[in-house]
Nanobody
Framework: QGQFVESGGGAVQPGGSLRLSCVAS????????INWFRQAPGKEREGVAC????????NYADDVKGRFTVSRDNAKNTVYLQMNSLKPEDTAVYYC????????????????????WGQGTPVTVSS
């Protein structure tokens, strides 16, 4: 069974940066739409960024626009999330997953359409 393996999380001060990586294990990224999600303690999992290989579309949640950048390298079977100007409210466990239904980034991702979830990588932003 394929899954993503996330890495790159850690503790950082407000204003700092982190680069998360998400490697597809035992399956190929291909043309899957890939989303980064995050889940803060006591909150629901939410979409952060989306990238589609099929039509090149990239979407971001409003509260990360201008600070986060998503990219993918299909040759390395890897998706990245560059996070700059981090804020305490960015504290969460970050996951990536592949949409097995859509060929473009949906405006509101439905968790039921996503598969190959990994264990996530924790990000803590605190002074």
């Amino acid at each position: 069974q394929g899954q993503f393996v996330e890495s790159g999380g850690g503790a950082v001060q407000p204003g700092g940066s982190l680069r998360l990586s998400c490697v597809a294990s035992r399956f190929s990224l291909g043309y899957y739409v890939i989303n980064w999600f995050r889940q803060a303690p006591g909150k629901e999992r939410e979409g952060v960024a989306c990238i589609s290989e099929y039509d090149g579309r990239i979407n971001y949640a409003d509260d990360v626009k201008g600070r986060f950048t998503v990219s993918r390298d299909n040759a390395k079977n890897t998706v990245y999330l560059q996070m700059n100007s981090l804020k305490p409210e960015d504290t969460a466990v970050y996951y990536c997953a592949a949409n097995t239904v859509k060929t473009t980034c949906p405006p509101s991702p439905l968790l039921s359409e996503y598969h190959y979830w990994g264990q996530g990588t924790p990000v803590t932003v605190s002074s």
